[in-house]
C-alpha cells in the first residue's frame, strides 16, 4: 500500500498565532497556562491557555469574512487557511475535509449570544468552514471524546488507503467556556494551578484552547520538511467505565499493540511517546501501566498538558504536530511541571529538553467513554 | 483491493416500533421516549440497571444494540456510527443547570453524557467489545462515508465485524438504525443496499 503522511500543520495557541510561537515556547520550556478571573466561565479563579480575543479578530479580519463566524469558527478558518496555503493543493473532488471537536460551538447555548441555536449543531459547523473555504465535499465531524484530534488523523488515512480521497485537511478545535468548564469542576478534576502530568503533587488538570490544522496526503510532491509517515493506527475501547479509565489500562493497551502490529515495529524500534497525561490521578496511572504492559516504559516520554493544557478535541492533533516537529528537530521536549514520578509503575518521563536523534514516534490518547487511540509515526525523509 | 463484504442483519427503533432485519420485535402506541423505551427494557427482560442511569441517547443505543446481538458470538467488532444532533439533547440538560441563578452547579451524571460517543461506550461495556470506536455527525444519514469506513476497517482486519449506523435522539424524536456489517451475509454491502435499509424499517 502507498505510504500516508502527515505534512503541512498550523498551530494556533496561547502562545500566538503559528507553530513556530508555540514551538518556541515548548522549546525554552516556558508553559502559557496562567491563572485567570473570568465570572462568565467560573465564579472563582481557574487555570488555563486561552486565545486573546484581539489578536483573532485581527487574524480572522485578514481573512476578509464576508459572512459572521463564530469565535471557534474564526480560530478553525484561521489556522486552517495557513494549512491550505503552505500545502499548495487545489480543492476539488479529491481532497477531503475533516473537523475533529468535542462541544464546537456550544457555547451558543449561553441565553445571551448572537448566533441561533442551530449554530451548535456540529454539521453546521462543518458546513460554515467546508463553504468559507470552497471545499468541494462535504465536511466529516468526528466526535469522539479526547480522541478525536489523534483518531482524526487515523480517520483521515483510512478514507485516503480506501481511494476516497488523495489528499484530507484536518482541522480541530475546541473552546474554553463555562459548559466544559463548570463540567469538569462538577467533576472536581480542575487544578487551580499548571497541571504536573505524571508527577507525584499532580491536582488534576487544565482546560486550554487551540485550533490546529494539518494536511494528511498520500502524495510526496506535497510533504513539508518536517513530514511524518502514518505507520499504524488503532483505537480500543476500555469496555470498562464511561468516565473512569480501566484500572488495567486494556483499552490503551489493546491500541498501542495493534498500532504497533501494523505499523511493523517493536515497542523497541519507538523512539519517543507523547502520552495523553491530564495529569488526574487515575488517567496517569491507567497510561503508566498500560506504557509498561506494552514494554514501552524505557522510552523519553512526555505530556504536552503542562504548556497547553488539555485542549479536548484538538489535543491529539496538536500533540502530535509538537511531536512531528520534535522528530524534525531531533529534540526531547521536557515535560512540563514534572518533578517526582506520581504513578505505581516506571515512565521515562523527560526531565529537561534534550538533543537526541529521533526517526519513531508514539502518540497516545484516551478519553471519556472509555476510548484510546495510539498511532505510529516515522519521520517521511526526503 | 476491497473484498466484497456483506451485511449480516439490521435492526431499527423507529416510531414506537423495534425491529430486526424488518420483522417487528416491540410495538406500541406511546409516543413519550422515556416511556416507550423503558417498556421495551422490560418486554426485553433487559436486567441491567445502569440503563436508568443513561441519557436517552445511551439508552436508544443500549436497546437497539441488544436486539442486533442477542445471538452474536463474536466479540471482535468495531462500531461506527453517526448522527445530526450529537449531544445536545443533555448538552441542553446540562447547559441549563449551569445557568439556574438559584442553583448554578452542573451535575457529574449529566455532564458525562455531554458526547455522543459515550453512547459507544456504553455498548461496549454492556457487550464487552474491546475494539474501534467511531463517532460521526453528518447532517443526514450518509451510507457512502459508513460503507467506506467499514470497507476500511474489515479490510486492515482491525475488526472481524462493523456495527455501523446511525444514532439520533434530539428534542423528544429518535431514530435508531444499526447493521452489521461481516465477511458473510444476506445483504449486499452496498452503499444502495445500505440506504434501502435505512429506509425499510
Redesign the interface.
Known amino acids: 500500500m502507498n505510504k500516508i503522511y502527515l505534512s503541512h500543520s498550523n498551530i494556533v495557541s496561547g502562545f500566538g498565532f503559528g507553530s513556530v510561537s508555540a514551538l518556541e515556547g515548548i522549546k525554552k520550556e516556558v508553559s502559557d497556562l496562567k491563572p485567570m478571573e473570568d465570572e462568565n466561565i467560573l465564579p472563582h479563579p481557574f487555570c488555563s491557555s486561552r486565545i486573546a480575543d484581539s489578536l483573532l479578530q485581527e487574524a480572522y479580519g485578514n481573512l476578509g469574512p464576508t459572512e459572521k463566524h463564530t469565535r471557534l469558527e474564526q480560530l478553525l478558518l484561521v489556522s486552517l487557511e495557513k494549512t491550505i496555503a503552505a500545502s499548495q493543493i487545489e480543492l476539488d473532488d479529491r481532497v477531503g475535509l475533516i473537523v475533529s471537536t468535542t462541544k464546537g460551538n456550544i457555547d451558543v447555548l449561553e441565553t445571551d449570544g448572537p448566533f441561533p441555536e442551530e449554530r451548535a449543531y456540529l454539521s453546521v459547523l462543518g458546513k460554515k468552514i467546508k463553504t468559507f473555504f470552497g471545499f468541494r465535499n462535504e465536511a466529516i465531524v468526528l466526535s469522539n471524546a479526547c480522541v478525536s484530534g489523534i483518531l482524526a488523523i487515523a480517520v483521515a488515512k483510512r478514507f485516503i488507503a480506501q481511494g476516497r480521497y488523495d489528499h484530507v485537511f484536518v482541522v480541530a478545535g475546541d473552546l474554553v467556556t463555562r459548559f466544559i468548564l463548570s463540567g469538569f469542576n462538577a467533576f472536581q478534576a480542575l487544578s487551580q494551578e499548571p497541571c504536573r502530568p505524571f508527577c507525584k503533587t499532580r491536582s488534576g488538570i487544565n482546560i486550554g484552547e487551540v485550533g490546529v490544522s494539518a494536511l494528511i496526503t498520500s502524495d510526496r510532491k506535497h510533504l513539508a520538511d518536517e513530514s511524518v509517515v502514518i505507520l499504524g493506527e488503532a483505537s480500543c475501547n476500555d469496555a470498562n467505565h464511561i468516565s473512569g479509565p480501566s484500572r488495567t489500562g486494556e483499552g490503551l493497551y489493546r491500541s498501542i499493540r495493534a498500532a504497533l502490529d501494523q505499523s511493523g515495529l517493536l515497542a523497541a524500534d519507538i523512539d519517543y511517546i507523547s502520552a495523553h497525561g491530564t495529569a488526574t490521578p487515575f488517567n496517569d496511572e491507567m497510561e503508566a501501566i498500560a506504557f509498561n504492559r506494552a514494554e514501552l516504559q524505557s522510552v523519553p516520554l512526555n505530556s504536552l498538558k503542562g504548556y497547553f493544557g488539555h485542549t479536548l478535541g484538538a489535543s491529539g492533533l496538536l500533540e502530535t504536530i509538537v511531536g512531528m516537529h520534535s522528530l524534525h528537530q531531533n529534540t526531547l521536549f521536557a515535560s512540563k511541571g514534572f518533578q517526582e514520578l506520581g504513578i505505581s509503575q516506571p515512565l521515562a518521563i523527560i526531565q529537561s529538553t534534550t538533543s537526541k536523534k529521533l526517526d519513531t514516534f508514539l502518540k497516545t490518547a484516551s478519553g471519556f467513554g472509555g476510548c484510546n487511540t495510539a498511532v505510529v509515526f516515522q519521520k517521511a525523509g526526503k | 483491493?476491497?473484498k466484497e463484504y456483506r451485511i449480516q442483519r439490521y435492526g431499527h427503533i423507529r416510531q414506537g416500533r423495534i425491529s430486526l432485519n424488518g420483522i417487528p420485535r416491540f410495538e406500541s402506541n406511546e409516543t413519550d421516549f422515556s416511556i416507550f423505551i423503558k417498556s421495551a427494557y422490560k418486554n426485553f427482560d433487559t436486567q441491567y440497571p445502569k440503563f436508568f442511569k443513561m441519557d436517552s441517547l445511551s439508552k436508544l443505543a443500549l436497546i437497539a444494540s441488544d436486539v442486533l446481538l442477542e445471538n452474536e458470538n463474536e466479540k471482535n467488532i468495531a462500531?461506527a456510527l453517526s448522527n445530526?444532533?450529537?449531544s445536545?439533547d443533555t448538552?441542553?440538560r446540562?447547559?441549563k443547570t449551569?445557568?439556574d441563578i438559584e442553583n448554578?452547579?452542573?451535575?457529574?451524571a449529566v455532564?458525562?453524557y455531554?458526547?455522543?460517543?459515550?453512547c459507544?461506550?456504553?455498548i461496549?461495556?454492556r457487550?464487552?467489545?474491546?475494539?474501534?470506536?467511531?463517532?460521526?455527525?453528518?447532517?443526514r444519514f450518509?451510507a457512502d462515508?459508513l460503507f467506506?469506513?467499514a470497507?476500511?476497517?474489515l479490510?486492515?482486519q482491525?475488526s472481524e465485524k462493523v456495527i455501523c449506523g446511525w444514532m439520533e435522539f434530539d428534542q423528544g424524536k429518535y431514530d435508531a438504525f444499526l447493521y452489521v456489517v461481516a465477511k458473510n451475509g444476506i445483504f449486499a454491502h452496498s452503499i444502495e443496499e445500505i440506504n434501502r435499509l435505512y429506509l425499510t424499517p
Open positions: 483491493m476491497n462500531l445530526r444532533a450529537a445536545l448538552d441542553r446540562h447547559q449551569i445557568q448554578p452547579f452542573a451535575s457529574p455532564f458525562v455531554t458526547l455522543p460517543n459515550i459507544l461506550g456504553e461496549s461495556i457487550h464487552r467489545l474491546f475494539s474501534e470506536n467511531s463517532f460521526f455527525i453528518f447532517d450518509n462515508s467506506e469506513y470497507n476500511s476497517l479490510a486492515n482491525k
